[in-house]
């Protein structure tokens, strides 16, 4: 159990470390400018006054932002709420980060309501005639936990960050 939990902290950690580096950060603060300055085909969140939208951004000038998901949108700087960065594999990260350390306290936390100490001893289950190990139930817990919130990260992309707020 010990080895097993040593090794998805390490492996998580590494994991987010990576993630931090990710190549298209806002600078400090939160204006036009900054929208300026990012690179076309940012993947971008474009929250206006009446909808939103995800897409890829293709220019940026004084007045306008134009993005394309499917087909051109153009909007109005005077209509633009917010602009956020997606941050697809971060976000996928920190949920399987999560998920593992769930899925590893729920997969010992099943085993030990199981346990059976006065046959088996304190280490082991028994289910249906079977011995099965704590440490197993909390590895097939870690792996279905970082599997669910790795793929809820990916696909809500939770962490997103603003990189333009309108005043």
Same mark, same amino acid.
């Given at each position: 159990?010990?080895?097993?939990?040593? =090794?998805?902290?390490?492996?998580? *950690?590494? $994991?987010?470390?990576? %993630?931090?580096?990710?190549?298209?950060?806002p600078p400090a603060g939160s204006n036009w400018q900054h929208v300026q300055m990012l690179p076309k085909g940012t993947s971008i969140y474009v929250y206006s006054r009446t909808s939103h939208q995800r897409c890829d951004l293709a220019a940026v000038d004084a007045d306008t932002l134009t993005c394309v998901h499917d087909k051109e949108?153009?909007?109005?700087?005077?209509?633009?709420?917010?602009?956020? =960065?997606?941050?697809?594999?971060? *976000?996928? $990260?920190?949920?399987? %980060?999560?998920?593992?350390?769930?899925?590893i306290g729920i997969g010992y936390g099943i085993a030990a309501s199981h346990a059976d100490t006065t046959v088996c001893g304190l280490g082991c289950v028994t289910v249906s005639d079977k011995t099965?190990?704590?440490?197993?139930?909390?590895?097939?817990?870690?792996?279905?936990?970082?599997?669910?919130g790795?793929?809820?990260?990916?696909?809500?992309?939770?962490?997103?960050?603003?990189v333009y707020k309108a005043p």
């Open positions: 159990m010990k080895r097993t939990l040593v =090794l998805l902290l390490v492996l998580a *950690s590494a $994991l987010t470390a990576t %993630a931090a580096q990710q190549p298209v950060q949108v153009v909007f109005q700087r005077t209509n633009i709420a917010s602009i956020k =960065l997606a941050h697809h594999g971060r *976000s996928s $990260l920190i949920g399987l %980060a999560i998920g593992a350390g769930a899925g099965i190990s704590k440490p197993l139930y909390s590895t097939m817990g870690a792996l279905l936990g970082a599997t669910v790795s793929l809820t990260g990916l696909f809500t992309d939770f962490s997103r960050s603003t």
